[in-house]
């Protein structure tokens, strides 16, 4: 059975991870294209963080200089005093014993400790406050007799960082009423003037560069699982129908046959006899017998399945009329019926050079 790729999609308007240079302020950055929705907006910096509107930041954490086992005297109960964002003394208690391991003494501790989550690594013992930013802060008080044992320094307080300033985005005032340009602003400077920042998010047809502003992006498309879309039978009629007639003939080097002149037609001058009109008529019709006879020789000749619901049987009509609201625009509708019988439509807009024109 025959199939395609599919394409003749709706453009989302997306544009996607756009590399752009922070300007001298290493506060502001300004997108090639309008932004017409402030929620697609995602932002990147240095290629690897992804920064929320409310900035990125980071916990109190630290990891001990002594790698595990660890072990306790007899008849002193080792103990770990922690204060969380300033709040009240926690107390976590190691009765005595001999070469425990890293992670019992991270199952220990988080039983009895809140505000702070500790965990191994390379069998040390770390610990970061459960809050993140610069109010977050977790205090290990002299008092902390076990710290020594884990490799901590106590009377110490460890304090969450502020990773990238949070940004906002604000209008530019320079640019036209009808689409104008959103500026991202950090609430603070960068920290480097190499910093740079990748954007995505969603702008306007008009200045969409994947379909042109015509709102339709002729490009293959994925699955979840990473397999191309494919098409086949009445979808698979459509696509090619549509490919042909669209197509500017000779535009293909190696099939100068494809395609038709309805480009060129509408360039033309209208006259009250309808002759480019006459003309686009009898320009599909041609495309879709000669079609038509290619599809037969796929099956024929070569010996390919072809289904009859992608068999172009029958063009039963073809029909021009004028926009009611734009008289620069015509639109070209075209039934096709295929083996099953079933008939299928096909709309797409032309537009006209000559205003006012009757078609």
């Known amino acids: 059975m025959s199939f395609d790729r599919a394409i003749n999609q709706v453009c989302p308007h997306a544009v996607t991870e756009e590399a752009l240079f922070v300007s001298s302020d290493r506060m502001t950055v300004r997108p090639l294209r309008p932004i017409s929705s402030g929620a697609s907006v995602k932002v990147f910096l240095n290629n690897a963080i992804e920064v929320?509107?409310?900035?990125s930041t980071l916990p109190a954490k630290v990891?001990?200089?002594?790698?595990?086992?660890?072990?306790?005297?007899?008849?002193?109960?080792?103990?770990?005093?922690?204060s969380v964002n300033q709040g009240v003394t926690q107390t976590a208690v190691f009765p005595a014993s001999n070469k425990i391991s890293t992670d019992r003494v991270v199952d220990i501790l988080n039983q009895q400790l809140t505000g702070v989550s500790f965990f191994a690594v390379n069998e040390r013992l770390g610990f970061m406050s459960t809050d993140s930013g610069r109010q977050a802060s977790v205090?290990?008080?002299?008092?902390?007799?076990?710290?020594?044992?884990?490799?901590?320094?106590?009377?110490?307080?460890?304090?969450?960082?502020?990773?990238?300033?949070?940004?906002t985005l604000v209008t530019d005032p320079t640019t036209l009423a009808d689409r104008p340009a959103r500026l991202i602003l950090f609430d603070e400077p960068l920290r480097s003037g190499s910093d740079f920042v990748e954007i995505s998010y969603v702008t306007l047809r008009e200045e969409c560069r994947r379909c042109g502003g015509i709102g339709v992006e002729n490009d293959w498309r994925y699955d979840n699982n990473g397999?191309?879309?494919?098409?086949?039978?009445?979808?698979?009629?459509?696509?090619?129908?549509?490919?042909?007639?669209?197509?500017?003939?000779?535009?293909?080097?190696?099939h100068s046959w494809y395609g038709t002149d309805l480009i060129d037609a509408i360039g033309k001058k209208l006259t009250s006899g309808g002759f480019a009109q006459n003309f686009i008529v009898a320009d599909v019709y041609q495309a879709f017998n000669r079609w038509q006879s290619i599809k037969r020789q796929q099956e024929t000749d070569v010996g390919q399945f072809v289904s009859d619901k992608e068999y172009p049987f029958s063009l039963l009509s073809v029909n021009l009329t004028q926009s009611t609201t734009d008289p620069t625009v015509v639109f070209l509708d075209m039934t096709v019926q295929n083996r099953s019988n079933e008939p299928i439509q096909l709309t797409r807009g032309l537009r006209l050079p000559q205003v006012g024109v009757v078609v």
């Open 52 to 55: 929320p509107s409310f900035g």
């Open 227 to 254: 397999k191309l879309i494919e098409i086949r039978d009445e979808d698979l009629l459509i696509q090619e129908l549509q490919k042909d007639f669209y197509t500017i003939r000779g535009s293909n080097p190696f």
């Open 139 to 167: 205090f290990l008080k002299a008092t902390s007799t076990a710290a020594l044992t884990f490799g901590l320094a106590s009377n110490q307080e460890y304090r969450g960082q502020q990773n990238v300033p949070g940004w």
């Open 63 to 82: 990891t001990g200089g002594r790698k595990g086992p660890f072990s306790f005297s007899a008849g002193v109960n080792d103990i770990l005093e922690v």
